[in-house]
């Protein structure tokens, strides 16, 4: 825009009429201020002026100016007015996208977040359950190993008399065999003494041979002499092993030899390695002046190729040229300065693509840089792929635009509708969005929102109502319920209060009968409230099941039919006692083997004084024979004397 009016409004035309001067000044006042509303809003959105020159400073042939009649300025403000009104709307629309853009990606990360957090309580849920799996394993594996260690434990005591017949087999050969060895080592034994002696004999010999007369054991000097010869044998042996040892060590010593014999030759080489290197730097020296000859050759070359005076006035005679023709296309040379022209940045040049080709170089790389900033590049091909996404984008927010209209309408209805009535403002005005209206219609659609979410938890109240209040009405809704089958529900749980009967003819009593009934029940169980007659109720049943349990155990222990009566048992009960009295004094008799009370008082006694002694000595005998019964002392002590025997 600024464009524009730079373009067609920099100075208006004037038309000189002699006769009309006070109405051409009054027209002109006019535009005037109409004109400065419309540059201060320029101003307001960053946009250069439009400048309005008075009609006697107009040249007409001047062909810098640009006379426009009094409906054409009239059209042009109201252009001037519907872009920048446009403009402000596009700008708050953009705002609105960019802050719900920023809305939804804050969601998009709550919502990442709680599945991550979801994720990671799965995890740990799978990690408890693999964990008690393998515990539960583990108990099993424990209890069978139990179980098995248990049974191993009681084949063991019931086969304790073969473990100690084969344990006494086993001790009885063990000690043949320690005989067996005893025998092996009394021969060793002999065969060693007579080895010392067979020794003794060799040494007498050796020390007779050594002096040619007979042997003396006893004698002190025969002593020193063996002392001597067996120091001999062990040296004989100490040097048999260190020539076994040097055999072994035989190769690293030829080895050090021949390292021994090149350090030798090494120093008579010593002289051919210093002239071979001698030759070597003789070499290098020639092959660096060799080098070095050859550049010289390449510099006289080079300086035979470079141009003459006369060339270089040649060039500067087409740089001039070239200058020239750059300055009349307003070409500037990248790096050179500006001083060479002060009035070049004073200038202003058409900006429209007709004149593009006399538009100077630095400013239509300065246009493409401002572009290329404003679109967040650094490639000048990204240019025009970004500008179709912006225009796609904004395609986008036309169509995010129409549909938050259409919630608004959706929402305020009536309200829209009353102010359709009342005011009178253009469409555009009335359609506009505002902040406040976003809010109050994502506020009721919330508000939908719940009331269609808290209408399964209305269905699950509306189904308990009924099974609580008229359960004949089998009043059951589906999970996803609608608003008019729970009014349905709602008005048969109001209006029906009779008994229903079923198709098989089973009736279904109304609520007054089910009060009746639940007061007889009080009265019957002494049960002073309604909260109780559960509670009540549950305690009979089960008192009612245990005296059933009893009966069935005492019948069937005492023999009974079936159908016999609870009368009947306890009459059965009664006798078994009667029984029990009578002979409790027989079996007390038979058992302690007296018949009057003193004998039967002295028995307890003894048994008193008796018995704990007994039981310390069967405990102690339990430890000592590793037993657990008291059937396994006797055959424990059997084995102790056979061992013993």
């Known amino acids: 825009m600024a464009a524009f ?17 006070m109405r051409i000044s009054s027209n002109y006042r006019v535009e005037v201020e109409e004109w400065q509303d419309i540059n201060k809003e320029l101003k307001k959105h960053g946009l250069p002026i439009v400048k309005i020159l008075h009609p006697s400073d107009v040249t007409l042939l001047s062909g810098r100016t640009i006379c426009m009649d009094l409906p054409m300025s009239q059209t042009v403000r109201e252009n001037f007015i519907s872009l920048m009104v446009d403009c402000d709307h596009r700008q708050n629309l953009l705002q609105d996208l960019i802050l719900s853009n920023n809305q939804i990606k804050e969601d998009l990360t709550k919502q990442t977040d709680l599945m991550e957090k979801y994720h990671g309580r799965m995890k740990e849920l799978k990690v408890l359950l693999e964990s008690s799996r393998n515990r539960v394993e583990e108990l099993e594996k424990d209890q069978d190993m139990k179980s098995s260690i248990f049974e191993e434990e009681e084949e ?5 008399k073969k473990s100690m017949h084969q344990k006494c087999k086993f001790l009885q050969q063990k000690c043949d065999n320690q005989e067996k060895e005893l025998e092996r080592l009394k021969h060793k034994l002999g065969k060693m003494a007579s080895e010392e002696e067979k020794r003794t004999e060799r040494q007498n010999q050796i020390f007779q041979e050594f002096k040619k007369r007979t042997a003396r054991a006893h004698n002190t000097m025969d002593e020193k002499l063996l002392d001597i010869i067996d120091a001999y044998e062990k040296q004989i042996s100490s040097m048999q092993k260190e020539l076994d040892f040097y055999k072994s060590d035989e190769v690293t010593d030829n080895r050090t030899y021949e390292e021994d014999s090149v350090h030798e030759t090494g120093v008579s080489s010593n002289m051919k390695s210093l002239i071979r290197s001698y030759e070597k730097q003789l070499s290098k020296a020639n092959d660096k002046v060799k080098k070095l000859q050859d550049e010289k050759d390449l510099v006289k070359l080079e300086m035979g190729s470079r141009p003459e005076i006369t060339d270089y006035r040649v060039i500067q005679q087409r740089v001039k040229k070239l ?12 790096g050179e300065n500006d001083k060479k022209d002060p009035f ?3 200038k202003k040049y058409s900006t429209k693509l007709d004149d593009l080709e006399y538009l100077p170089l630095d400013l239509c790389r300065q246009y493409l840089r401002d572009v290329a900033t404003e679109l967040d590049t650094d490639d000048l091909e990204n240019v025009t792929p970004q500008v179709q996404k912006f225009n796609e984008r904004l395609e986008t927010a036309l169509q995010f635009e129409q ?7 959706m929402v305020n209805d009536d309200d829209i509708n009353t102010s359709k009535g009342r ?17 109050l219609a994502m506020a009721t659609i919330q508000s939908w929102k719940d009331d269609q979410d808290s209408l399964q938890e209305l269905a699950i109240s509306v189904n308990k109502l009924g099974d609580r209040v008229a359960p004949w009405l089998k009043i059951r809704m589906s999970a996803e319920p609608s608003v008019s089958k729970i009014i349905t529900a709602v008005d048969k749980l109001v209006y029906d209060d009779g008994i229903s009967k079923d198709k098989d003819g089973k009736e279904h009593p109304s609520r007054s009968v089910l009060e009746s009934i639940v007061k007889h029940f ?12 559960y509670p009540r109720m549950n305690d009979i049943y089960s008192k009612l099941g245990e005296v059933h349990n009893v009966l069935n155990t005492l019948r069937n222990l005492l023999g009974l039919d079936a159908d016999c009566k609870s009368s009947d048992i306890v009459d059965t009960v009664g006798r078994l006692c009667s029984q029990h009295n009578n002979t409790t004094s027989k079996q007390l008799k038979a058992l302690l083997q007296t018949e009057d009370l003193e004998g039967v008082i002295r028995r307890l006694e003894e048994h008193n004084s008796f018995f704990p002694a007994f039981q310390e000595v069967m405990r102690k005998m339990f430890d000592i024979l590793d037993v657990q019964r008291m059937d396994q002392v006797i055959p424990a002590v059997r084995a102790l004397k056979l061992l013993a025997s």
């Open 522 to 533: 009080q009265t019957l169980f002494d049960v002073p409230s309604v909260s109780g007659v």
């Open 323 to 334: 200058e020239k023709l750059l300055a009349v296309h307003n070409i500037n040379i990248p």
């Open 344 to 346: 070049r940045q004073r």
């Open 5 to 21: 009016g730079n373009r067609f409004f920099e100075k208006l035309g004037e038309v000189d009429y002699e006769n009309d001067d």
């Open 403 to 409: 549909f938050c209209r259409n919630v608004t309408e």
């Open 423 to 439: 005011s009178k403002s253009p469409s555009r005005k009335k359609n506009t969005l505002s902040s406040k209206s976003l809010q």
């Open 156 to 160: 063991k005591l019931k086969n304790t």
